[in-house]
């Protein structure tokens, strides 16, 4: 379990809200084990998860600030859970492995529509909620 401003932010893999979409393993730092995600975040993967109607590859959702500092992250990145630069209480970001050009254009389609940000990447997108965590807008860029 991680603990983040003495709150308590960790999915059950058997029973968190996002099973069977998204497995624990998926969501976690790579390097640390860390799951922390920001309050809400869950609830509006799981709706885009839905929305979208079709398996979704994680590559890349929590990161640790060191974890993202070593692979050579953005340091304002969204994945940042423990130490986020904005005060989102954990990680409000997910990269998905895509690379079917149908398949890209709908997730990409069903994000924007339901408010998310979208970074496109030659292999997978970059999915963010920084609108409801920051004063900044939505978003589309290319990486």
């Avoid at 924007?112 to 496109?120: D, E, F, N």
Wanted: charged share 20%; glycine share 6%; with cysteine.
């Amino acid at each position: 379990m991680q603990l983040f401003d003495g709150e308590l932010f960790i999915l059950n893999a058997m029973n968190d809200t996002l099973y069977p979409y998204f497995k624990t393993q998926e969501l976690v730092c790579k390097s640390s084990g860390l799951l922390c995600l920001a309050p809400g975040f869950d609830e509006q993967l799981l709706i885009l998860r839905k929305a979208f109607n079709a398996a979704m590859i994680v590559t890349s959702c929590c990161r640790s600030k060191k974890y993202n500092q070593q692979i050579g992250g953005n340091p304002r990145s969204f994945h940042i859970c423990d130490q986020p630069y904005y005060h989102t209480k954990g990680a409000c970001a997910i990269d998905i492995k895509i690379t079917d050009s149908h398949q890209r254009y709908k997730l990409i389609h069903t994000a924007l529509g339901l408010g998310w940000s979208v970074g496109i990447y030659r292999t997978f997108l970059h999915l963010d909620r920084r609108t409801n965590y920051t004063n900044l807008r939505q978003v589309v860029f290319i990486g």
